[in-house]
């Protein structure tokens, strides 16, 4: 990978950030804030959070389809990439699923 795309300029770099951003907001959501609530009786953090990572979930989506188009991605690549957002880890894993 270029250093040009991991810039926010192109939906490529776009992408690779906020899939990041999603990956990170997801394991914050399933290690932190759910223990936090169901062991601690503190249901604050899952509201900030959970809201925070909706945010950044529909952000990925939507960058996910701009690349897509953009780079005229194969169908099966986009949902593979759609697919990563739903496992722990999943979305730092994205440039080389993207570079196949």
Known sequence: ???????????LGRLLKVGFAEGVSFLVLLFIAMPLKYMADMPAPVRIVGMLHGVLFIAYAIALLQAGFVYKWSILKVI???LLSFIPFGTFFLDRVLKR
């Open 1 to 11: 990978m270029t250093k040009e795309d991991s810039s926010l300029k192109t939906p």
């Open 80 to 82: 593979i990439a759609f």
